[in-house]
C-alpha cells in the first residue's frame, strides 16, 4: 500500500466515525433535534446527511484512485438486499 492509500483509508475511517458519532446523537435525541448551544440549530438529520455525503466522496475518490471497484460494489449492494430483508422486522430494501 503506497501512501496515498494510505491517507485514503484514513479518512475513509474517519469519515465513517462521524457517521457512528451523528447515529449516536441520534439515538439518544432524535433525527430532528439539535444541540442548543450551536447556533446554526444545524439538525441531527442534516448532520447526518453530510457525514454520508463526505463518506460517498471518499468512496467515489477511491474508486477513481483504482482502490476499489465500483462493479464489485455495486454488485455486491444487490448481493446485499436479499441477505438483509431476511432479518429487518420493521423495513424492506427495494433497490
Do not use: Y
Not at 457525514?51 to 468512496?59: P, Q, R, S, W, Y
Not at 477511491?62 to 432479518?87: A, F, R, Y
Request: glycine share 4%; proline share 1%.
Amino acid at each position: 500500500m503506497d501512501k496515498a492509500q494510505h491517507e485514503r483509508l484514513a479518512v475513509l475511517a474517519e469519515e465513517l466515525g462521524e457517521v457512528q458519532q451523528v447515529i449516536g446523537k441520534i439515538l439518544r435525541h432524535g433525527m430532528d433535534s439539535f444541540n442548543p448551544l450551536d447556533d446554526s440549530e444545524e439538525t441531527n438529520r442534516t448532520k447526518l446527511e453530510k457525514e454520508l455525503a463526505d463518506v460517498n466522496l471518499i468512496v467515489l475518490h477511491m474508486i477513481s484512485q483504482g482502490d476499489v471497484n465500483e462493479d464489485h460494489i455495486n454488485w455486491n449492494t444487490h448481493n446485499k438486499v436479499e441477505k438483509i430483508n431476511k432479518w429487518l422486522h420493521h423495513n424492506k430494501v427495494e433497490l
